[in-house]
């Protein structure tokens, strides 16, 4: 009996103890939700006070979402905002529908008859690439694989051996990398500032620099499309403290790095900014990873590699990049890229621009995003500046990063008290701010910036019809459009272009190294020196053999001193004119002139040179063998 009694003791004491441990599991509980114990009663405080109207305003603002959910859940669907961008993407595809994107001459057509090159070279079985390369240029001067890295001309010979050569391919490679640089945008703008935010991502695509330099086979919007990458892999591992770091992020931000650099040198700045970025968040550690030293060897010997190859090659284009006293002295005050940045993105897009900087500054959770995109903005105008060679395209890394800026002022428009009167229809303000400045891009670009140089491929088929493996002299403005698209039309090899500006123009200067500035002087006391050069020029065309010139229409500006002299000329030597060719050359018509030219002393020879060498280097060159 009394060991019963006290086992109900012992249960009765359990039972208080229980209770006691409760309460003040309870009183602990309470106190950390906010309130304050007065007796055996819990007040409220200040903070349960905040609480309460927090989740109050919570409730309302999901019941505001639970009935604008039809429309907000549309366009804030990753579905919805990437089928916008591709019909964003539609629209400088229908304005560059009519360019042939080898209007940039100079640069454009070189770049597409380097991937010609390196397909017929790999055709060829690579015997000699640099003896093969000369003797290439022979026949079509306008090749230049020692002046740019080769990956992007390796990319667009892939394609030109599946599809076959065309302009119009060319710029469709160009205009993909475009969407690549749209598609990421769209991916960072939902990441890392609001599935709202990821609906202004085409406005990229339509920025007067992307929007210009996407419609021609240039190399800065495919560079830019794989640093843009870079950059979003990178932030990627950022975003994730150094304990957890994703080494794949990381490793793929160091494989587009080096294949930026591969495509366009200035495009490098892709690395200190990285270095930047990784050296604010105190995560350099991660490069000592051993798969992520691995791939950075693997990118710094092949990037090392390949532009020691091209630097044996053309040394002298490495000039470009050369820095001065005057250019690091301008780095304080970059006028040159401060004047071009209007132009890439739109004078109305800095407000807006101006806007998304105080958002991202004045919120905690986005103001190291903006220290990274000051920062990163600072150190690219400085980079770009302090180089010898400047050009507005450089700088095309303005694009995205107004199109970022953009979407988180539209964002913090969005959530203003301006509109809460109006929050069932807050959803709409990035909408509308997205017709309002792609119809702006629209309209200063699509009469301003398109640019088309169309007409061509009627000349290159008339020379092939009327002259069909014989050499053609041409001079004017655009030699190197007229030699890609003879070699589109030449799958043989047989067709020669001979450039009349190449040629030894005066007796004392050797050909390839011209100067043209005597033939600008129009005083009296040059007219003797003039006639008596005319002569020697009208020797030289003899000398060539050619009977065929292809002249533009001189527009009487300066800098065209040898064209009026070859009218002249042609007039005098009475050359015959056999056709006149309408060609449109960036939103102008201009007249390309086919001449027949007859030697009295050849024509009882009764043949013509099928090939002409040329002297490169010190040796003498004979053209490509034809197949």
């Known amino acids: ?325 005057q250019g690091l002295e301008s780095v304080l005050w970059p006028r040159f890229y401060l004047h071009a940045i209007p132009n890439l993105i739109g004078w109305w897009s800095i407000p807006a621009v101006v806007v998304g900087v105080m958002w991202l500054l004045m919120m905690p959770r986005t103001r190291k995003d903006a220290i990274r995109i000051v920062l990163a903005s600072l150190l690219t105008l400085g980079l770009l500046q302090s180089i010898w060679a400047k050009d507005e395209r450089y700088l095309l890394w303005a694009c995205p990063a107004a199109t970022w800026l953009i979407a988180c002022a539209l964002v913090a428009l969005s959530g203003s008290r301006l509109f809460g009167g109006f929050r069932k229809k807050v959803w709409a303000i990035p909408v509308v701010g997205l017709i309002i400045y792609s119809t702006y891009y629209v309209a200063i670009t699509k009469d301003k910036l398109i640019k088309t140089v169309n007409g061509f491929t009627r000349v290159a088929e008339h020379v092939i019809r009327v002259a069909p493996g014989e050499p053609v002299l041409y001079h004017g403005t655009y030699d190197g459009t007229v030699a890609f698209y003879l070699r589109c039309l030449d799958d043989d090899l047989r067709q020669q272009l001979v450039m009349v500006r190449k040629l030894q123009l005066q007796p004392d200067r050797p050909a390839g190294k011209p100067s043209l500035q005597w033939l600008a002087d129009k005083s009296r006391e040059r007219q003797q020196e003039i006639s008596r050069n005319q002569k020697w020029i009208a020797a030289e065309l003899r000398r060539t053999g050619c009977n065929w010139l292809l002249l533009e229409e001189p527009s009487g500006g300066k800098g065209e001193a040898l064209a009026d002299l070859l009218v002249t000329l042609a007039e005098s030597q009475k050359y015959e004119l056999l056709e006149v060719f309408n060609v449109d050359m960036k939103s102008r018509t201009r007249r390309v002139m086919l001449y027949r030219i007859r030697y009295q002393e050849a024509q009882g020879q009764g043949g013509t040179k099928r090939s002409l060498p040329m002297q490169l280097e010190g040796r003498t060159y004979w053209p490509v063998s034809s197949r």
């Open 1 to 325: 009996m009394n060991k019963g009694a006290d086992g109900k003791k012992l249960k009765s004491w359990g039972c208080v103890i229980i209770r006691v441990c409760s309460f003040a599991r309870n009183e602990i509980r309470w106190q950390r939700l906010g309130y304050k114990k007065v007796g055996f009663c819990f007040e409220e405080t200040d903070r349960v006070r905040h609480m309460y109207f927090r989740s109050n305003e919570r409730a309302e603002s999901e019941s505001v979402a639970k009935e604008i959910r039809p429309a907000a859940a549309m366009i804030q669907s990753l579905r919805f905002q990437f089928v916008l961008l591709l019909g964003l993407w539609a629209i400088p595809l229908w304005l560059h529908w009519g360019n042939d994107g080898i209007w940039f001459q100079g640069d454009s057509p070189r770049h597409a008859l380097n991937a010609v090159f390196y397909l017929d070279l790999v055709k060829e079985g690579l015997p000699n690439p640099v003896e093969y390369a000369h003797q290439y240029y022979v026949r079509y001067p306008a090749i230049s694989p020692q002046r740019y890295p080769p990956l992007f001309h390796l990319l667009l010979a892939g394609a030109f051996a599946v599809f076959g050569v065309s302009g119009f391919l060319a710029k469709t490679i160009v205009q993909l990398f475009a969407l690549v640089l749209g598609v990421y945008t769209l991916l960072g703008l939902r990441r890392w500032v609001s599935s709202d935010a990821g609906i202004v991502a085409g406005l990229v695509l339509l920025m007067p620099g992307i929007m210009k330099w996407s419609g021609a086979v240039m190399l800065n919007v495919p560079a830019l499309a794989l640093g843009v990458a870079c950059l979003f892999h990178l932030r990627c591992v950022l975003e994730r403290p150094d304990s957890s770091s994703d080494y794949k992020q990381l490793c793929l931000a160091l494989v587009f790095a080096a294949l930026s650099i591969c495509i366009h040198p200035t495009v490098g700045v892709v690395i200190p900014i990285a270095g930047l970025w990784l050296l604010l968040d105190r995560r350099w550690r991660c490069l000592l990873n051993p798969r992520v030293l691995a791939v950075v060897v693997a990118c710094v010997v092949t990037c090392g590699l390949l532009y020691w190859l091209l630097f044996r090659m053309s040394s002298a284009q490495f000039s470009q990049a050369a820095v001065s006293n």
